[in-house]
């Protein structure tokens, strides 16, 4: 594989994985909230819209920032034989790319987490759930 190739698929990885454990908290603390739906999808909104709003600083310093700092660069040390400069381009490229990618990602899922909130709300549902069975 090539290089340039390499050091983009390690920070999807890096970031891909970043993302899901965010996702995953906004999801576990959503669902405690779940008696509430109004509000467990407003606060899965809001916190999706904080995420998206990190993604996009992350990816305006990504160029900034050392390379050597960078999770990509200590997963690919060993393996990668580039000149510093050049590995500085790549790895805040590749950074940049994969920031922006998900902030749309994530921009879309609190999109569509603000919709079905705004609808649920609209429609009536305020309060928690009636277990008339217990």
Do not use: N
């Amino acid at each position: 594989m090539e290089q340039a190739a390499l050091i983009r698929a390690t920070a999807q990885v890096s970031v891909g994985r970043a993302c899901m454990f965010g996702a995953l908290g906004i999801w576990t603390l959503s669902f405690g909230f779940i008696t509430w739906p109004v509000v467990a999808l407003r606060m899965a909104a809001i916190l999706t819209t904080l995420a998206v709003a990190i993604l996009y600083y992350k990816a305006a310093r990504a160029p900034a920032r050392p390379h050597r700092r960078t999770e990509v660069w200590i997963m690919l040390r060993e393996t990668l034989d580039l000149p510093e400069a050049m590995l500085q381009t790549l790895i805040s490229q590749a950074l940049v790319e994969t920031f922006r990618r998900y902030s749309i990602y994530a921009a879309a899922t609190a999109a569509g987490l603000w919709i079905v909130a705004g609808v649920l709300w609209l429609s009536g549902v305020r309060g928690g759930m009636v277990l008339e069975s217990w």
